[in-house]
């Protein structure tokens, strides 16, 4: 829990300060095109043949090569007069980066796995040399832009004076990737999301409350920090998502931060307290009327026999193991069980198989007889278990049937040897037969007959046991209560 802690701290305490030049930029969105081209960077780094997790500083260079190239981009593409809105180039080299990325990941092995770390980042995972190399970058960027103030701060707040011969395009570049180098170590710890949050919403938040810079680090710090220990509490109680968490209650402290400002706003407490209450009202009525227009709660019974028609072979198995849940609704859901065992996938006719099984009805045997020559072996050893639990001596034909055109040697055994255990002797005598075709499954077909016959032959001596059963098929005689054969005199 303390290095994950750890890692919000420090990013509070870098990106709260960039924030606030980036609101006054009006360049909102620039955190997500330079994290976006970091991790470009990162996937054509992949792409080149590096591994991540073991060159974890090629792939770091890779990226922070491409965040650099991104910021001298920025710098060159702001206009005089804003004939084309900055942000709007931003928003463009944000999305061609992002479908780019795409493109590099359906070509490579990691595909959706890399873009979903690249959107979470690994924030709950991150251990203390990561933490303390990341805080070591932003100490530096942040002496970087503590000995520069004068340069960057009136570009930012457009404040520079007239004759100031300071180029501009040059100081843009520096900020810019100052601005890269946090973003790259960022990403790859909290994700783009969450990185995006601690940029704006802290200084938003911050600049509701103040007009101050001071002030608006002081209030953005403070609130950041609040909201990363809380977060970070929450998501290890409740086992949320640590990023999505965090984003969501720095949106808490927006919403606080713009209640706060209402009130002390110069129409009055009373003016504030009323348009509050309005806006708490509307927001009742939105959230109240979502929950009230819910879909009603679906039978359960209904809703399983609705999802044994989709499509998804899945969907049908999870359908049949709810209705195997409604015990006392048995008699309703019986029948749909039932048709199943017609269904095309193998899962599904081994599940139905298995429930009716459970159900303790010797009547599920004349519906799941058929599938004794099933195409798929694990629905007929489902159904071959059925016969084992609840067949009788007449159930057994149907085995001896089943086994007489079975092409699987090793399944025709199992089929006879269940026949044999319901008194068959056809089944004996077909066991007899693979004995004397001497091949593998002999052996397996002499164990099934001496578990059910008192024969005095050495064992392995299967050519003299077929002869011998041959010749006294006619007098055994089966005893239910021993499941043994007797000779009859």
Not at 40 to 52: D, P
Not at 134 to 142: F, K, M, P, R, S
Not at 209 to 216: F, Q, V
Not at 292 to 299: A, G, Q, S, T, V
Request: hydrophobic share 50%; proline share 3%.
């Amino acid at each position: 829990m303390w290095w994950p802690l750890a890692a919000c701290l420090v990013l509070t305490g870098i990106h709260v300060y960039l924030g606030v030049h980036v609101i006054a930029r009006k360049v909102i969105f620039v955190d997500l095109a330079l994290a976006q081209i970091a991790a470009l960077g990162t996937v054509i780094g992949v792409l080149m043949g590096y591994e991540v997790g073991k060159d974890t500083t090629a792939l770091y260079l890779y990226s922070l090569t491409f965040t650099i190239f991104g910021a001298f981009v920025f710098s060159i593409t702001k206009m005089k007069g804003e004939r084309v809105p900055h942000e709007a180039i931003i928003g463009i080299v944000y999305a061609v980066t992002f479908a780019a990325t795409i493109l590099v990941l359906s070509s490579s092995a990691l595909g959706p796995q890399e873009l979903d770390h690249i959107i979470k980042g690994e924030l709950l995972w991150v251990q203390g040399p990561t933490v303390l190399k990341t805080a070591a970058i932003y100490g530096l960027v942040g002496l970087f832009h503590f000995l520069f103030r004068k340069k960057f701060l009136p570009l930012s707040f457009g404040t520079i004076e007239e004759g100031n011969d300071m180029n501009v395009r040059v100081w843009d570049f520096l900020f810019y990737m100052s601005f890269g180098f946090v973003i790259t170590s960022s990403v790859a710890i909290a994700g783009v999301f969450l990185v995006f949050s601690y940029l704006v919403i802290p200084a938003v938040g911050a600049m509701l409350l103040s007009e101050k810079l001071g002030t608006r680090l002081v209030i953005g710090w403070v609130g950041g920090a609040l909201v990363s220990v809380l977060g970070v509490k929450m998501s290890y109680d409740t086992g949320l998502p640590t990023s999505p968490l965090v984003v969501v209650l720095l949106a808490g402290f927006l919403i606080v931060s713009a209640i706060i400002r209402s009130l002390r706003s110069q129409q009055g407490p009373l003016i504030a307290l009323r348009n509050l209450g309005l806006y708490v009202l509307v927001a009742a009525v939105f959230f109240g009327g979502i929950w009230l227009f819910r879909k009603p709660m679906e039978d359960p019974l209904v809703h399983a026999l609705h999802m044994l028609e989709s499509p998804v072979s899945t969907n049908r198995i999870g359908a049949l193991s709810d209705l195997s849940q409604l015990v006392n609704r048995r008699d309703e859901w019986r029948p749909a069980v039932i048709a199943a065992l017609a269904d095309q996938d193998a899962e599904v006719r081994k599940t139905a198989v298995d429930i009716l099984v459970r159900l303790e009805d010797r009547e599920c045997l004349s519906s799941i007889d058929a599938l004794l020559k099933d195409r798929s072996d694990v629905v007929q050893r489902s159904v071959i278990s059925a016969f084992i639990r609840f067949g009788s001596s007449e159930d057994a034909d149907k085995l001896v049937a089943a086994a007489s055109t079975e092409e699987d040697p090793e399944m025709k055994v199992s089929l006879l040897k269940t026949a044999v255990h319901l008194g068959n002797v056809e089944g004996l005598k077909m066991l007899a037969d693979i004995i004397k075709e001497g091949t593998v499954f002999s052996e397996d077909a002499e164990a099934v007959i001496r578990t059910h016959i008192q024969a005095r032959l050495p064992v392995g001596d299967r050519p003299r046991l077929a002869e011998w059963l041959v010749s006294h098929a006619d007098r055994l005689r089966w005893n239910q209560s021993q499941l043994m054969f007797t000779l009859s005199p």
